[in-house]
Each structure stands twice: as C-alpha cells, then as structure tokens.
C-alpha cells in the first residue's frame, strides 16, 4: 500500500502522523511511505530522518494526497485538505466530528473512508489512541492553567502551591479519567488542593487509593459542582463520551458566582467544551476572557510538546496503521471490531452513530458500512 503523511497546517500544530520508526516498519513490510517535505520537523524529524528509513519524501501536500492510498495524520483535515479527498482513498487520524458539521459535510462528500483515532476501543473498553494525548494534554492542564493564573495573564494571581502561610490554589477536575487523573497527578504535585468529581463511585475509589488521601474525591451532580466552581482558582474540563459532544457542566450562570480572574482549561474543546462559555483557541492565542473568568481553550494542547506527544501516539496507533496497510481497511476492519469502531465514515455515510445522533444526521453503523 502507498502510506502518504503531510505536513499539519491547523495553527501550531507541530505533531506529525508518522515518525521515522513507523516508516520503517511499514517499510519493512513492503509498503511505500511518502512523507510531504517538513512534514517532521515540528516534532524534531528531518527528512533525512525518513529517506533513512525508507520513506520517500514529497513536495507538498497534493502529491501526497494524490498518490497516497492512506493518508495519516494528527488532527482532523482542514477545509484545503478535505478537497483534496478522494473516494476510496482511507484516512487515519482525530476526527472529532459531533461538533464540527462542515467537517463532516465534506468527509462525506469526498466519499473517502474515515477512521478516527478517538473511537478506536480495547478489550477494556478504553480508548487507546486517545489515551496517549490524553495523558500529555492532562499532564499539561495545570501548568499552564498555572501560567494563566498569573496576575500578568489576567488571572488572579495565585501560586498553585502557596507559600508557608498562605494557602495553595483550590483545583477543581470535572471527570476521573485519562485526562482528568493526569492533570490532578501534576496538580497535586504542584501542591494545590485538589478535587476531582466523577459520575463513577468505582472510578472515585480507585483515584482515592492510589493517591492515598492527597487529594477529595467528589460524586459528581450539579449542586455539588456548582458549589465547588465557586471555591475554585481552576477548573480543568476533562470529561468525555467517546464520539459525541461533550457536556456543557459549567453554565454562564456560574461564572458570576466564581472568584474574578479564576481559571477555565477546557481539555474538552476537541468535543465542543465542557464548558459554556468555551470557544477553541489555538496556542498563539490561547486564552480569553469571559465575565471576569480566564478561558484556556486550546484544542491541540499536545502539540505544545511535539516531540513527545509525537512519539507516544506512533507507539499507539502504529498497530492499527499496519493492519490497516497490510489487509486494507475492510479486512482489517472486519478482523478487529475494536478498529472498526474507529470508522466513521464511509461512501458518502456517516458509521458511527453518536456522530449522527449529535449532527441530528442520518447514519448507519460499521457493520453496515462493511456490507456495503
């Protein structure tokens, strides 16, 4: 199979969807790779770096996109991108389609077939090529919800960790998972006060034993969150259904009862915010104001650490990328349910049903898409 890469063009975005190593292998197996000139550098890459490995290198994106049989990438192709989509062709890479309806009005339209790393599932019910930038994009929600907290910033002007005598920053992690066990990780290290809500009793024991009383668990419900948003210095927004748009659990109400030049990290922005007051942001302009209270709503926060975040999502979706190359995505589909779950479009339709459901679309499911 022709494996094709380019350059990421959404603002500083400087993660890449192949590295050097993953070249290699698919090389390795008798496939052609074809990485755009540049496409690495962002992440530490040069293309000597993949012509080593057996990659050819390309001079802009049309020729990767019109000779490439799949294209990888990072983040969700941009408008200049989608046009250049063809039917039949397969694309790997974050979609985040439930609150983006141009997105996938194009994808559709291209007629080619889009999976998406974020629905990728495990036999644990987890979400593995998500979770690596889940891990970097949580441990980065203090620091540089901490950065915004500073008084320069607009924010209140409060050090996470104190001072003897003065007490540490209240932080508030609205959801238990991935991203939000990362960020109270780094939070606490930090040495604020933490708090984390969850909806699971299970999840909340678990975070209560392995930090072993550093930080409070808290059921989340709407009275308790309300309470605990008016106490916070920081609210990182870590909350998550798999495909669809994430749920708005800070109101514009609340806002007026927070302290002024607290801090919002909306990790959820990929899925439309958890906020209501939310909008993307990008890392040149990362955050905003909204009724006193600072928004940190960037929607590519790993790529502020490239190198890693980089090669921890290669390690993850290298598997998937082989198979994928190795029995087309049919087969590789119909081998591996979990990678089918990944499929969200396909021949014109929409296949993954909470896409559908949140675009008020219609749609079908990835065992019908195989059929097809």
């Known amino acids: 199979m022709k494996i094709g890469c380019v350059r990421e063009i959404k603002a500083q975005e400087f993660r890449v969807g192949i590295t050097p190593a993953a070249a290699q292998e698919a090389v390795a197996r008798g496939h052609q790779v074809l990485i755009e000139a540049g496409a690495g550098v962002g992440s530490g890459f040069s293309d000597e770096d993949y012509t080593a490995a057996g990659a050819q290198i390309a001079p802009d994106a049309a020729a990767v996109f019109a000779e490439a049989e799949m294209v990888v990438k990072v983040k969700e192709p941009q408008a200049a991108e989608r046009a250049m989509l063809r039917k039949g062709q397969v694309l790997f890479t974050y979609l985040h389609l439930a609150p983006d309806p141009a997105q996938t009005r194009d994808l559709i339209a291209s007629g080619a077939t889009c999976i998406a790393y974020e629905t990728v599932t495990d036999r644990n019910g987890g979400l593995p090529l998500l979770a690596p930038m889940s891990e970097v994009a949580g441990r980065l929600a203090p620091q540089v919800g901490a950065w915004a907290l500073q008084k320069a910033n607009g924010g209140r002007g409060v050090l996470m960790g104190g001072v003897p005598g003065v007490r540490p920053a209240n932080v508030v992690v609205i959801g238990g998972g991935v991203v939000g066990t990362a960020a109270a990780r780094v939070a606490s290290g930090m040495g604020a006060n933490v708090t984390v809500l969850d909806r699971s009793v299970a999840r909340l024991s678990y975070l209560d034993d392995i930090f072993m009383g550093r930080l409070t668990t808290q059921y989340s419900e709407r009275r308790a969150t309300a309470q605990l948003v008016t106490e916070a210095d920081m609210v990182i ?3 998550l259904i798999p495909g669809a748009a994430a749920p708005k659990l ?17 990790v ?3 899925q439309g915010g958890c906020f209501e007051t939310s909008r993307a942001t990008t890392h040149e302009n990362p955050i905003y104001e909204v009724d006193g209270i600072i928004h940190y709503c ?24 082989l198979a994928l190359a190795d029995k087309g995505w049919k087969k590789a589909c119909a081998d591996d349910p979990h990678l089918l779950n990944g499929l969200n479009v396909h021949a014109g339709q929409i296949t993954y049903p909470a896409v559908g459901q949140a675009l008020n679309l219609p749609y079908i499911t990835g065992t019908d898409a195989l059929a097809l």
Do not use: H, S
């Open 250 to 266: 800070v109101t514009r109400e609340m806002l007026a009862t927070m302290k002024p030049g607290a801090v919002l990290v909306d």
């Open 298 to 321: 960037v929607a590519n926060m790993p790529g502020a650490a490239a190198r890693t975040a980089t090669q921890a999502l290669g390690n993850a979706t290298l598997p998937f990328l």
């Open 268 to 270: 959820a922005i990929d």
């Open 237 to 239: 927004g870590a909350v």
